[in-house]
């Protein structure tokens, strides 16, 4: 592979991973701020706040690996791994932001673990079929 092309791949993926991180992120604050509306009417317990973000962040990182590997041919997994990485540091900088007693071990290892599990299932769903050749 020509160098010029090599850039240009890495380029794609830099720019894809960054763009499935927004969406993921988006996804994410948006079933939070729906999961915050539930518990102030008294659907979900408090009890249930903290499975209920670890469901949002799985799932806002599927969506967000999907639509991230979607846009490229290959490495899908890698793409998606990517997304989760930067959405899994945007969420504990902000949860630090907010939090000064937040730890890594109570919180973030369990939000990494979910966070994980979104990516890789998306890495490994979005990956473009390979057509098969006729005889």
Do not use: W
């Not at 890495?10 to 729906?34: D, E, H, P, Q, Y």
């Not at 317990?45 to 990182?61: D, N, P, R």
């Not at 690996?65 to 791994?81: M, P, Q, R, V």
């Not at 990485?85 to 937040?102: H, R």
């Amino acid at each position: 592979m020509p160098k010029q092309e090599i850039e240009n791949t890495m380029t794609k993926c830099i720019r894809n991973s960054f763009i499935g991180a927004l969406v993921a992120f988006l996804v994410c604050m948006i079933m939070i701020l729906l999961g915050a509306l539930c518990v102030s009417q008294g659907l979900i317990s408090e009890q249930h706040v903290m499975k209920y973000i670890l469901f949002t962040g799985a799932l806002g990182c599927f969506v967000g690996g999907t639509i991230g590997a979607s846009k490229t041919k290959s490495k899908t997994l890698l793409i998606a791994i990517f997304v989760t990485i930067i959405v899994f540091v945007v969420q504990m900088a902000i949860g630090y932001i907010s939090y000064t007693e937040a730890s890594v071990g109570e919180r973030g290892v369990p939000l990494l673990l979910a966070d994980l599990v979104g990516g890789i299932l998306a890495g490994l769903f979005s990956g473009r079929s390979k057509k098969r050749r006729k005889r």
